[in-house]
């Protein structure tokens, strides 16, 4: 079989007569990628700062990643978790060398991992402690048991009743967090960095005083890092921004830069009470993600992608510094390396639908905070492109909504 590359129109009307419209979707077809570029069926290229939601940390179509799912599915697609595959084990090696000393499972996506967390920090404390501490604005997944962690409650409409256990704190309140703490809690679970809550970054001893206070009433601190992880912020692990170590990290997104998976890392002690048969994945951890995933993190260490992104990162807060002092209406800008949100005071989705008609995709979350999740290795010169193209955008969108400034600068 060969696709045809049917038109943006063409594949939308096949759309709306066989999916199930429960995405929405911009009316274009991507067909092809490269690096930071992507084109459309209609030979129209764009400028991706928003790859792959996040997943594709390395661009389209790395050529490292390419090369080595290729021959992996020549030799070998898939076998089940009751076989030992070396290319997981050294996968998993290579994830706990760069974090802290653990153990792996792996699963295909965030909100798996996420499950995994929940039922691991369960397990391990034991039936009467099952309460999990979790934060306003933060996002786990969309399964049953990683929606309930979600303390977003425009996400629980019409789904109830949730999981039971989970208890929301505010943002940012140590002291309310322990006062949400008693003798059935068993662990805190929080993005170290909020992701689809707007890029909200804490204080430097927000992250340290929950460590304190997990410690200081054995609860396990598991940190959500499928959005922050492997890269993203400049370090391997967004943890490693604030100098505090969790029991728990779950990863997925860009884990196998674009090909599907997922994983929990547990210190050795906490691990073993993942007991045999107590939890799986028929596809976790399978040969390709697990080519894909060692790919990837060489790609970033022989390509010095680290310091590269903190590169990129600069350029970009340049440019941001610059729209800000250009905007009224820019409301806060916060940025930790390849993750940027940009609060406005006016709604997100003009400016994001602007974008794609100049040939720029960014997204918008919580309605009013534009995400930029570019690659690690996007040029400097696209970074300029990008971002001219982006603040155009919201001085001439805001202008028209009074800013006087806007309009002189724009």
């Not at 759309?15 to 991507?30: A, K, S, T």
């Not at 099952?130 to 962690?149: C, D, E, N, V």
């Not at 995933?293 to 600069?314: C, H, V």
Request: glycine fraction near 10%; charge should be negative.
């Amino acid at each position: 079989m060969s696709l045809q590359h049917l038109s943006s129109a063409d594949t939308q009307r096949l759309f709306e007569q066989y999916v199930i419209g429960n995405y929405r979707r911009y009316p274009v077809n991507l067909v092809r990628g490269e690096g930071s570029r992507i084109w459309d069926s209609e030979g129209r290229e764009y400028l991706d700062f928003f790859p792959g939601w996040g997943c594709n940390l390395l661009g389209h179509c790395p050529p490292r990643v390419v090369q080595a799912v290729q021959q992996q599915v020549a030799e070998l697609i898939h076998v089940p978790n009751t076989w030992h595959m070396e290319s997981q084990g050294l996968w998993a090696q290579m994830l706990v060398e760069r974090a802290f000393d653990a153990q792996a499972f792996f699963c295909n996506s965030g909100a798996e991992a996420n499950e995994a967390a929940i039922k691991l920090a369960r397990l391990h404390h034991g039936p009467d402690r099952y309460k999990i501490i979790t934060f306003q604005g933060g996002f786990h997944g969309r399964t049953m048991g990683s929606l309930a962690a979600t303390a977003q409650p425009a996400y629980h409409a019409g789904l109830g009743p949730m999981l039971a256990g989970f208890t929301y704190a505010p943002y940012g309140d140590l002291a309310e967090v322990e006062k949400r703490i008693d003798s059935a809690t068993c662990a805190i679970m929080l993005e170290p960095i909020q992701g689809e809550g707007g890029v909200r970054i804490p204080g430097a001893d927000y992250l340290q005083g929950l460590r304190e206070l997990a410690d200081k009433h054995n609860l396990l601190l598991i940190f959500d890092e499928v959005q922050t992880g492997c890269g993203r912020t400049g370090q391997w692990y967004g943890y490693q921004y604030f100098g505090v170590e969790p029991d728990i990290m779950t990863l997925a997104k860009s884990l196998c830069a674009g090909i599907a998976g997922g994983a929990m890392l547990a210190n050795r002690e906490i691990a073993s009470s993942l007991r045999p048969g107590m939890h799986a994945s028929t596809f976790g951890g399978n040969p390709i993600a697990a080519v894909a995933g060692i790919a990837m993190l060489e790609t970033i260490e022989q390509d010095g992608l680290l310091e590269r992104a903190n590169q990129g990162a600069q350029r970009f807060a340049e440019h941001l510094n610059t729209l800000s002092e250009q905007c009224d209406h820019v409301r806060e800008i916060r940025q930790a390396g390849m993750m940027i949100g940009i609060e406005l005071e006016f709604e997100g989705a003009p400016i994001v639908a602007k974008c794609l008609e100049e040939g720029l995709l960014v997204n918008c979350t919580q309605s009013n905070v534009i995400r930029l999740l570019p690659a690690m290795n996007v040029e400097l010169d696209q970074i300029d492109q990008g971002m001219q193209i982006l603040t155009q955008v919201i001085l001439e969108h805001a202008a028209s909504a009074g800013d006087p400034q806007a309009t002189a600068a724009g």
